[in-house]
């Protein structure tokens, strides 16, 4: 499977990675060339030897995606730091290239559930917060063994 991530933070470099380790094809487009040394941390031998793919450029630009090989990707993962980034990207990827699976990222909870609404395969960590925080506070789940949950600290 060949992947493009547009957003290389702490998101999409840890996506990356990961699509990277099972031996999926990935390709990484960031605006900033200092991005990818978030590539290469924790891997064994660096993100290019490992089979992946950077390209500087603005996800905007069609020309940059193109340098990525959205043409050909499976999936488009947009995870930049913006919603309004991520959305055009989105439906870039879907509508002009026809890519067959896009996930967005989208802070807003309101947007996020309107472009669900729209047909776009979201992810809005914002919400996820806001519900892991309200069941921390109200109580009716049990602490997770992965730290979600909050713990009682003794005063």
């Known amino acids: 499977m060949f992947v493009l991530i547009v957003g290389c933070g702490r998101v999409g470099s840890a996506i990356a990675k990961r699509m990277v380790r099972e031996g999926h094809e990935v390709s990484v487009l960031d605006e900033s060339e200092e991005a990818h040394a978030l590539l290469d941390h924790d891997l064994e031998q660096g993100f290019e030897d490992s089979g992946g793919r950077f390209t500087v450029g603005t996800a905007l630009e069609v020309e940059a995606l193109y340098e990525a090989g959205i043409e050909r990707a499976d999936v488009v993962v947009c995870s ?9 990207v989105a439906q870039i990827a879907r509508k002009q290239f ?22 776009l395969q979201t992810v809005c960590p914002t919400q996820v917060a806001i519900e892991m925080l309200t069941e921390a506070v109200i109580g009716t789940e049990s602490p997770s063994a992965n730290g979600a949950a909050t713990q009682e600290a003794e005063l």
Do not use: E, S
């Open 98 to 119: 026809q890519v067959p699976k896009v996930v967005v990222r989208v802070l807003d909870p309101y947007r996020a559930d309107w472009y669900r609404q729209q047909g």
């Open 80 to 88: 930049t730091d913006g919603d309004n980034t991520n959305i055009v």
